[in-house]
Structure formats: C-alpha cells, structure tokens
C-alpha cells in the first residue's frame, strides 16, 4: 500500500512547529516529558500489516465494493474499560453489520471508534458553574468530568493510562474474534439481554435466519465452512487529537520505508483541527496510515482541494476519507458541491456519512440530545446524493452503544426529551443506544434493496 511518498520535509513531531488547537495546557512540563517517553517506549496496539489490510478494505468501500460501519462511543471512560462495555460494543456492531451484509450484499469493514477514543476537543477552554471557572472537560486521557479542581487539572500521567486502557480494549476485542464469538453461525451470542423486548426483535430475528440459510446453502455447495475462507475482521479508530499522544507512537516501520501511527488503525482529523496549516494536517499528512477527516458546512471548495491535494499527494485509492457531517438541514444544499469540489480537484476519496454531529440540539432543560428522525434524514438523504451524482457513498460513522441509554430521542420506541434523564451516561455527545443503532442499519438495508429493485 505504498501511498505517502518519504517526506524530507516532515517528521513525528514536525506539527510542533506549526499552531494546533485543542491541546491540553499542563502545569508541569517535566511530568508531561515523562509520560510521553514512557509512552513511547511501550509496544505498539496495532501492527503495520493490519494497517495495510484495512487501506485495501477501504479501497474496496471507495470503489463501492464494501461498505464502512464506524461506531461506538463519542468518548470512551477509563472506569468503562469492562468486559461487559465492551462485549455490548461489539456485539451490537456485529448485529448492524449482520444486518447491513443482508441488505447490501456487500463486506462490511468494521471500523469501532474505541480503544483510544480518549481525548476530546470543546468549544471553550473552560467551563462555569455558579461563579467557579474551570478547565474544560477534554476526555479521560486528559482530565477527569467531575467539575472539580482537582479532576478537571490536566494530569499527564493520564495519557499512560488511557493507552493501557486502549490496549486491554483491543486485546480483549481480537481475544474474542479469535475465540469464535464473531462466528457468524452463531449469531445468537450476540444478544443482549433486553433486546427480546424490543419493537425490531422480530425483524432482525428473520434476518438472522435468513442469512444462516444462506451459510448452510454455501457450505453445502463448496463443500467447506465459510469461516475457512473469511475471518470476520474489525479494526480500531480514534479522533488522532492529542498530538503527543498520537506522535509517542509513532514508528518507522523499516519493512514498509514508512511511519506508521501504530495507537490505532485508523486515525481521523475532527472538524476543529482541520485548518490547513494546523499542526494536526502536518502530522496526518506523513503517517502512512489510511486517514479521515470530518467536513462540515462551512468546508469549502477551495478548502478541499487543498485538503486532499496535502492528504493525499498521490491519489491513492483508500488514503483518504472525507467524513461529511452537515446536519439534516444543510445536507441538500452543501453536500453536492462538496462530491463536485473533490471531484473536480482529480482527489480519490472515501466518502462516509456521519449524520450525528451536525444534529446536535439542547432541550429546553439544557440537555443536549440528536433527534433520531433528523439522523435518518441526514443518512438517507446522503445515500440519495451520491447515487444522483454518480458518487459512491462507501460507509456511515455513528455514534452508539450497545448500553440501553436514552441520549437520542424518537426511533421505534418513540422516546421522548422526557425519557432523556432516565439514562442518560454520556458525558459528552448522545448516543444511539442498542435499538436505535439496529434500526439505523435497517433502514440502511432497506434503502439497499429498494435501489437494487429501482
Ligand atoms: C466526534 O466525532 O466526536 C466529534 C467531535 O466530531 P466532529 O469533529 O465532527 O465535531
Ligand atoms: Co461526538
């Protein structure tokens, strides 16, 4: 996958040069200096092979051959890093993609947005409660949500732990698929407790044994298991934000000629971060890693040329991926010139639709919460989109949990601001809980089928 020619230009920590928003300020430069030593020391989560595999993965989405699911949590917690979070995780992402396999006939590359998920960017530097101001809360790699002075100091020693966490998340993750549970002739682990109460229960059910019956018709038609010939995959991401971080891990892989961000497979750029000359375009453009960038609605023509023209200097199909998140009601407007923009600037991009961000809203009592109906809009109108201009749109990025929480309103069971404070565990952005997250991949198998049909 050799995509990002050697830079004479560039290296780990050449972004120290530039300006980049988001970092933390830490009252203790020496500590800091020790933990991104120790850091950089330790053995790195994912392997270069790995990365390689996944860019071929995303080569495929781009040429409309697979299909991307990118989800877990906004943020993940130290104090969530449990094997019981975690098979929630993974169980409701193999769920969706067990569904989205049905409906589009297509691999899924399955993407979590966990194990280093940690660091947060916001939109102030501090925060105000009754007269006391202090720092911002900026994700458990960083500081603690508790509004006190002592939780919300930045503690470099936190950065150690978040990558130890990261790890214990991954190995547990790779243990499990190893050890069969992703078997796709047992699907019947993947079930949640509470999910024989819900409204798609019966839905997914019929699913589920729809696709068995077509294992067995394979396998009996081969002559061979199907696992034989696909090991269910699943790769790790994270919003690559704290530089330090991001750069402790940063190797040079003698094999490849190339530097690899080994914390993870795939590393994006959030849509604060992303200015052209920031330090965080500086870093991403010399890792070989396959890359995203979120785009908003303010991203402009201009702007994407020179984007893509940085990121992806060669054109190599699976590199990049634009991550677009309009919100419902810019979609119609800013979308098509954005597929025209890349276009014309000869960019090869990986298109994915991330129809929470721009959906943010706060209830009257100051909660803040993502309308179910506003995230179909958005994700169904992308889909109609790319397919009238020609586009391939190869993947949606989400924000869910296998946890029953109640974040986001409407979905099947109607829910509504007031169930908001039931269970509500995000400490930054809503969730998509269980059901919710299984019915956005129905609708996106529905919307499959139909097109085929049309
Ligand atoms: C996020 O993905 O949690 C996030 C902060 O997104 P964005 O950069 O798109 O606002
Ligand atoms: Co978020």
Same mark, same amino acid.
């Given at each position: 996958?050799?995509?990002?020619?050697?830079?004479?230009?560039?290296?780990?920590?050449?972004?120290?040069?530039?300006?980049?928003?988001?970092?933390?300020?830490?009252?203790?430069?020496?500590?800091?200096?020790?933990?991104?030593?120790?850091?950089?020391?330790?053995?790195?989560?994912?392997?270069?092979?790995?990365?390689?595999?996944?860019?071929?993965?995303?080569?495929?989405?781009?040429?409309?051959?697979?299909?991307?699911?990118?989800?877990?949590?906004?943020?993940?917690?130290?104090?969530?890093?449990?094997?019981?979070?975690?098979?929630?995780?993974?169980?409701?992402?193999?769920?969706?993609?067990?569904?989205?396999?049905?409906?589009?006939?297509?691999?899924?590359?399955?993407?979590?947005?966990?194990?280093?998920?940690?660091?947060?960017?916001?939109?102030?530097?501090?925060?105000?409660?009754?007269?006391?101001?202090? #720092?911002?809360?900026?994700?458990?790699?960083? /500081?603690? &949500?508790?509004?006190?002075?002592?939780?919300?100091?930045?503690?470099?020693?936190?950065?150690?732990?978040?990558?130890?966490?990261?790890?214990?998340?991954?190995?547990?993750?790779?243990?499990?698929?190893?050890?069969?549970?992703?078997?796709?002739?047992?699907?019947?682990?993947?079930?949640?407790?509470?999910?024989?109460?819900? #409204?798609?229960?019966?839905?997914?059910?019929?699913?589920?044994?729809?696709?068995?019956?077509?294992?067995?018709?394979?396998?009996?038609?081969?002559?061979? #298991?199907?696992?034989?010939?696909?090991?269910?995959?699943?790769?790790?991401?994270?919003?690559?934000?704290?530089?330090?971080?991001?750069?402790?891990?940063?190797?040079?892989? #003698?094999?490849?000629?190339?530097?690899? /961000?080994?914390?993870?497979?795939?590393?994006?750029?959030?849509v604060?971060? &992303?200015?052209?000359?920031?330090?965080?375009?500086?870093?991403?453009?010399?890792?070989? /890693?396959?890359?995203?960038?979120?785009v908003g609605p303010s991203s402009d023509?201009?702007y994407?040329?020179?984007?893509?023209?940085?990121?992806?200097?060669?054109?190599?199909?699976?590199?990049?991926?634009?991550?677009?998140?309009?919100?419902? &009601?810019?979609?119609?407007?800013k979308?098509?010139?954005?597929?025209?923009?890349?276009?014309?600037?000869?960019?090869?991009?990986?298109?994915?639709?991330?129809?929470?961000?721009?959906?943010?809203?706060?209830?009257?009592?100051?909660?803040?919460?993502?309308?179910?109906?506003?995230?179909?809009?958005?994700?169904?109108?992308?889909?109609?989109?790319?397919?009238?201009?020609?586009?391939?749109?190869?993947?949606?990025?989400?924000?869910?949990?296998?946890? /029953?929480?109640?974040?986001?309103?409407?979905?099947?069971?109607?829910?509504?601001?007031?169930?908001?404070?039931?269970?509500?565990?995000?400490?930054?952005?809503?969730?998509?809980?269980?059901?919710?997250?299984?019915?956005?991949?129905?609708?996106?198998?529905?919307?499959?089928?139909?097109?085929?049909?049309?």
């Amino acid at each position: 996958m050799a995509s990002v020619p050697r830079l004479s230009d560039w290296s780990p920590d050449s972004w120290q040069r530039k300006t980049s928003l988001q970092q933390p300020v830490y009252r203790d430069p020496a500590a800091l200096a020790r933990a991104v030593t120790a850091l950089a020391r330790l053995p790195p989560i994912v392997v270069s092979y790995e990365v390689d595999e996944l860019h071929r993965h995303l080569a495929s989405a781009q040429r409309g051959e697979a299909f991307i699911l990118q989800g877990g949590n906004c943020a993940e917690s130290l104090d969530d890093c449990s094997s019981e979070r975690i098979v929630e995780q993974l169980k409701i992402l193999l769920q969706m993609s067990l569904v989205l396999v049905h409906g589009l006939k297509k691999p899924i590359v399955r993407l979590g947005r966990m194990a280093g998920q940690y660091a947060k960017p916001r939109s102030t530097d501090t925060e105000t409660r009754d007269g006391v101001t202090l #720092p911002s809360y900026r994700g458990d790699i960083v /500081n603690r &949500a508790p509004f006190d002075a002592i939780s919300r100091e930045p503690d470099p020693e936190l950065l150690l732990r978040g990558y130890e966490r990261a790890a214990l998340t991954l190995n547990f993750v790779r243990a499990l698929i190893d050890g069969g549970f992703a078997d796709l002739h047992h699907p019947e682990a993947w079930d949640l407790e509470f999910m024989r109460h819900s #409204p798609k229960y019966e839905e997914y059910k019929r699913i589920v044994e729809s696709l068995g019956d077509s294992l067995n018709f394979f396998e009996s038609i081969t002559g061979r #298991p199907v696992h034989d010939s696909q090991r269910v995959d699943f790769y790790a991401s994270h919003e690559g934000l704290h530089l330090l971080y991001e750069q402790a891990q940063t190797r040079f892989i #003698p094999r490849r000629g190339r530097w690899y /961000n080994l914390s993870t497979h795939l590393p994006w750029i959030g849509v604060r971060t &992303a200015g052209l000359n920031d330090g965080h375009v500086e870093y991403f453009r010399g890792i070989v /890693n396959p890359i995203a960038v979120k785009v908003g609605p303010s991203s402009d023509a201009a702007y994407l040329r020179e984007l893509t023209r940085v990121l992806n200097p060669e054109a190599t199909p699976g590199r990049l991926t634009l991550i677009h998140r309009l919100g419902a &009601a810019n979609i119609e407007a800013k979308l098509p010139p954005l597929i025209e923009a890349v276009r014309a600037a000869g960019a090869e991009v990986v298109w994915v639709c991330d129809p929470m961000h721009g959906n943010t809203e706060t209830t009257s009592l100051g909660v803040k919460t993502r309308r179910f109906d506003a995230i179909l809009f958005e994700l169904e109108t992308a889909f109609k989109i790319h397919a009238e201009m020609g586009s391939t749109l190869g993947g949606v990025h989400l924000e869910m949990t296998g946890d /029953n929480v109640t974040e986001c309103t409407g979905g099947a069971r109607g829910l509504s601001d007031g169930d908001l404070a039931r269970a509500y565990r995000s400490t930054v952005d809503p969730r998509l809980n269980y059901e919710q997250a299984l019915e956005v991949a129905m609708r996106i198998s529905r919307h499959a089928e139909h097109a085929r049909r049309r």
